[in-house]
């Protein structure tokens, strides 16, 4: 594994705190490699933190579990096969809306789908989305 989008948060003492377990195991498994690290930082509850969390955060980790099983997607088209997959990311019409049209409470709603989703059929744990 070559690439990890991890979530975390800065205290009130300015501190960051990321799930340093996954980190450092990544860190061991790409001993000697540069890293690119980019930071982004958006307000508690906010619409731009929620669909940052979505597409730096949830789409990656997805793809990577995807490819894991063998199924190869661009961030693009996982984007797209979740959206599929839920019921809330459809118009009143059965259109598939794209993330950024979604209603905040409908984005909640799918990222709290995506937890379980993730974990029942990927094994793959997403951060409770209330604690954005």
């Known amino acids: ?19 340093m ?11 000697g490699k540069r ?6 930082a958006a307000a508690p509850g906010s619409t731009e933190l929620q669909l940052a969390y979505y597409f730096n955060y949830i ?6 579990a995807l490819l894991e099983t063998g199924e190869r ?8 096969w979740l959206r ?21 409470t409908d984005f909640s709603l799918f990222i709290e789908w995506l937890k379980q989703f993730a974990a029942e059929n990927l094994y793959v744990y997403i951060e409770d989305p209330r604690t954005l």
Request: proline letters at 3%; hydrophobic letters at 35%; aromatic letters at 6%.
């Open 84 to 104: 599929q997959q839920c019921v809330h990311c459809t118009s009143g019409w059965g259109d598939l809306m794209e993330a950024r049209q979604m209603s905040k």
């Open 21 to 31: 377990d996954r980190l450092n195991a990544f860190f061991a498994a790409n001993k």
């Open 73 to 80: 997607k661009t961030e693009r088209q996982t984007d797209v």
């Open 1 to 19: 594994m070559d690439k990890i989008s991890e979530s975390g948060i800065i205290t009130d003492n300015g501190q960051l705190r990321l799930p």
């Open 35 to 40: 890293v690119v690290v980019r930071f982004e």
């Open 59 to 64: 789409v990656p980790t997805i793809q990577t």
